[in-house]
């Protein structure tokens, strides 16, 4: 079996060390085609955008003329070069790593540091060794950009930035002002932009090619670097990073299939597709996209000897990514925002537009907010409603659990609980048969919540604040997908594996004043009771039944 792509955003290395690869190479022949010579492509973290630049990178180099045919060996781009195929020299920023530990001053040294790096890898890969030195001696980006531009002023570039937004979003995340001072005008990193347009103007810089994450640096770089198409929500390139349904597929017959032949491939297809799959860059696609990090880390950390999906689903690395830009959920009006990723809870969607654009300068608005979770990957388009008007929805089951944890945490935070113990201790016990500190955690925060907003509080709330607290649960997984006519239970847990000692199955009844609380205990029970002839919950072993009545006064559970 080949090995797996978890990781590796070399392409070189992964075909010559015999990496399982998805050929993307088919999208060089589509990005040649446009009329434009300066792009931009935007997609959530983890999705698979360096590996294809580093595609880009070997194809074009000049350098990699004489492997050309060993690594793109059995590619479309092969079978179908271009005619740029090995023309140009490569200049590759890749910011992804620059530390904001320390503030501004921290950041700017790793700015710097990164270009210096970059110019002296270029410098020695065609001909420029003796400048090396010399760079040492420049202390600003500003002042190394437009010294390499000095030295190599006759030579034709492709330039390459990889997560160009990535150290730019973590301060944005803390500090408006800080990132307005780095990016606005004067700003060093506005400055150094600059620079990269004038190169353009010139024609030592003839192609470039972008990555990121959100368009909010690009934008608040305004005309000081005006000069990059944003194809991320092009049609053609919706699945330029990332794998359709068919690679995928073929991911898992090269892997998994191969090797464990007896597997159910139908159910282990409907675990991956609703864990890694959901997502769409354009109202007009057809084919939804999984997240390729995350499909290649379940490849990778598969049990093949038990033929048994891992024990994590999401990899703790890229769920601390996900974490650290949730931060970037306080920008603007910070309530207003809350209220938006509670409507997503509540009701797996929300409407509005994407942006063309930001200005920091003005009111940070709602539909802001649903672009900035729009590019992040929090939220994907649903459907369209009508010209540039759409239903988002969260994209899967990955991003699900994510806005469940961090709900949990705002909830605690919020209204000064003091946990006494930490959700996933709590969550722990549950799995052990112990149910007492899940019951009373929730408790309190019931009892806290609908006195506070005793008006406003309904059973949507307390089934919100239940999954919110439930979702620490590693081993489980939570099934929550109230269907017409009351015909599915509220929630259900759903161990990972057969050694999970109890399932669990969770009714959920909202008493109202006025409410009769024997209709509204007997009307619970009596739906429990219809769950337990469904087939999908005849089929789960040891399973608990629950119904929680909730109340301004608390909650009382209720097994049945």
């Not at 979003?169 to 001072?181: H, Q, T």
């Not at 938006?340 to 942006?355: A, P």
Request: hydrophobic share 35%; glycine share 6%.
């Amino acid at each position: 079996m080949k090995k797996i792509i978890y990781g590796i955003s070399n392409y070189k290395m992964a075909r010559e060390d015999n990496y399982l690869y998805i050929d993307k190479t088919r999208y060089i022949e589509k990005l040649e085609s446009l009329n434009e010579k300066y792009l931009i492509f935007l997609r959530p973290r983890r999705f698979g955008k360096s590996l294809f630049l580093s595609t880009l990178q070997y194809y074009y180099d000049e350098n990699s003329a004489h492997e050309f045919e060993q690594i793109f060996n059995d590619t479309y781009i092969e079978a179908n070069p271009t005619p740029l195929k090995n023309s140009y020299r490569i200049l590759f920023f890749e910011f992804s790593g620059i530390n904001i530990d320390g503030g501004i001053e921290v950041v700017y040294s790793g700015f710097r540091d990164n270009i210096q790096m970059a110019i002296s890898r270029y410098f020695n890969d065609y001909g420029y060794e003796k400048y090396i030195d010399e760079l040492k001696n420049i202390k600003s980006p500003l002042g190394l950009i437009k010294h390499f531009f000095s030295v190599a002023k006759d030579d034709h570039i492709y330039l390459l930035i990889d997560e160009y937004d990535q150290f730019a979003n973590a301060i944005l995340a803390y500090s408006m002002k800080d990132f307005l001072e780095i990016v606005g005008k004067g700003g060093f990193v506005r400055s150094f932009y600059e620079v990269l347009k004038g190169a353009t103007q010139t024609g030592v810089v003839q192609k470039m090619f972008i990555t990121g994450v959100t368009p909010i640096t690009l934008d608040s770089l305004s005309s000081g670097f005006n000069i990059v198409s944003n194809i991320s929500n092009k049609k053609e390139f919706n699945a330029m990073a990332g794998f359709v349904h068919k690679e995928a597929l073929y991911s898992l017959e090269e892997s998994i299939f191969a090797r464990c032949q007896d597997i159910d491939r139908e159910e282990l297809l409907e675990k991956i597709k609703k864990w890694y799959n959901g997502y769409l860059f354009n109202g007009e696609s057809t084919d939804r996209v999984y997240n390729a990090t995350l499909l290649n880390y379940f490849i990778s950390n598969f049990n093949y000897e038990r033929c048994k999906t891992p024990t994590k689903m999401l990899d703790s690395n890229v769920a601390s990514d996900y974490k650290a830009i949730m931060k970037l959920f306080n920008i603007g009006d910070s309530e207003r925002n809350y209220k938006v990723l509670e409507e997503l809870i509540e009701n797996n969607s929300v409407t509005g537009v994407i942006k063309d654009r930001y200005d920091l300068n003005q009111e940070f608005s709602r539909d802001d907010f649903i672009t900035l979770l729009y590019s992040m990957g929090f939220i994907t388009i649903k459907d369209e409603i009508t010209g540039g008007l759409y239903n988002f929805e969260i994209p899967n089951y990955v991003i699900k659990i994510l806005y469940f944890n961090y709900f949990a945490v705002e909830v605690q935070q919020r209204n000064n609980f003091t946990l006494k113990e930490s959700f996933s201790d709590i969550v722990t016990k549950l799995l052990l048969g112990d149910e007492e500190p899940f019951k009373n955690q929730l408790n309190e925060v019931i009892k806290t919540l609908s006195n506070r907003d005793h008006y406003g509080f309904s059973e949507k709330h307390f089934q919100v604040i239940t999954l919110s607290l439930l979702s620490f649960a590693e081993f489980y997984f939570i099934d929550s997908q109230p269907e017409l006519d009351n015909k599915y239970p509220d929630i259900l847990l759903i161990g990972r594996d057969e050694k999970v000692p109890n399932n669990y199955l969770f009714e959920l009844k909202w008493m109202k004043s006025g409410d009769n609380y024997e209709t509204t205990k007997q009307k619970g029970l009596k739906q429990i009771e219809g769950y337990r002839e469904l087939d999908k919950v005849k089929a789960i072993p040891k399973l608990r039944n629950f119904l929680l009545i909730g109340s301004k006064d608390g909650v009382e559970f209720l097994e049945q």
